[in-house]
């Protein structure tokens, strides 16, 4: 499977972005798509993940009631939709994808990444 990233950029805090992650190769629907973010001199760290088996969804604390998570079934697309960012949300943000839905979705789960995409948020 493969997973390209697009959506990223610059935005004032307290602004909104939309992540999207194409997934091709394989079937959508099999998967376990999730969002990363790594900081400079920060451990990679999930920040939402969506099974495409049946929608569920899980949001670390951090973003909870800020991002949303969504599948598009028709254009093999998964989206982060980031409201309220805050200076602390800047990072490199990467989708990946795993084979089987793990509760708060373990890095270790996850075999395929996309290239990541930047997310710089200014004051």
């Known amino acids: 499977v493969q997973l390209v990233e697009s959506g990223g950029g610059l935005v004032q805090a307290g602004g909104s972005l939309r992540l999207s992650c194409a997934v091709s190769?394989?079937?959508?629907?099999?998967?376990?798509i999730g969002w990363f973010r790594q900081a400079p001199g920060k451990e990679r760290e999930v920040v939402a993940c969506?099974?495409?088996?049946?929608?569920?969804?899980y949001n670390s604390d951090s973003v909870r009631d800020r991002f949303t998570i969504s599948n598009d079934y028709a254009k093999n697309l998964v989206s982060l939709q980031m409201n309220g960012l805050k200076l602390e949300d800047a990072a490199v943000y990467y989708c990946?994808?795993?084979?089987?839905?793990?509760?708060?979705?373990?890095?270790?789960?996850?075999?395929?990444w996309g290239q990541g995409t930047q997310v710089t948020v200014s004051s």
């Open positions: 990946a994808a795993a084979a089987v839905w793990g509760k708060r979705c373990p890095i270790s789960y996850f075999g395929y």
């Open positions: 190769g394989g079937i959508f629907e099999d998967w376990t």
């Open positions: 969506i099974s495409n088996v049946d929608s569920r969804t």
